[in-house]
């Protein structure tokens, strides 16, 4: 089975860095795209970022210019380098992978268990 594990998360203060990881395997990440998502407290689950098979990225408006997701083939390992991280990115984050480029959550098939990121302010 594809299995997804999320590591990197914690807490930061305002202003401060993280960046998440996705290990993958069972899914060579190079033939298909892979997400990243997060979901606060009571509200619903938001698209983040995603990098395709090719390596095209695309990301929400929200994070655009402080967030950056990249992919070593290598280690087929995604990875979610956040900056300048504000109160309102405090979420869990999961990474999923799926066979086409989209932001639905609902169109990517397997999912990882989530990591909590929590920023101070």
């Known amino acids: 089975q594809v299995q997804l594990a999320e590591s990197g998360g914690g807490l930061v203060q305002t202003g401060g860095s993280l960046r998440l990881s996705c290990a993958v395997s069972?899914?060579?990440?190079?033939?298909?795209?892979t997400g990243w998502f997060r979901q606060a407290p009571g509200k619903e689950r938001e698209f983040v970022s995603l990098?395709?098979?090719?390596?095209?990225?695309h990301y929400a408006d929200f994070v655009k210019g402080r967030f950056t997701i990249s992919r070593d083939s290598a280690r087929n390992t995604v990875y979610l380098r956040m900056n300048g991280l504000k109160s309102e990115d405090t979420a869990v984050y999961y990474c999923?992978?799926?066979?086409?480029?989209?932001?639905?959550?609902?169109?990517?098939?397997?999912w990882g268990q989530g990591t909590q990121v929590t920023v101070s302010s």
């Open positions: 999923a992978t799926g066979r086409i480029f989209t932001t639905r959550s609902d169109d990517y098939d397997y």
């Open positions: 990098i395709s098979s090719s390596g095209n990225t």
């Open positions: 069972g899914r060579t990440l190079s033939m298909y795209f």
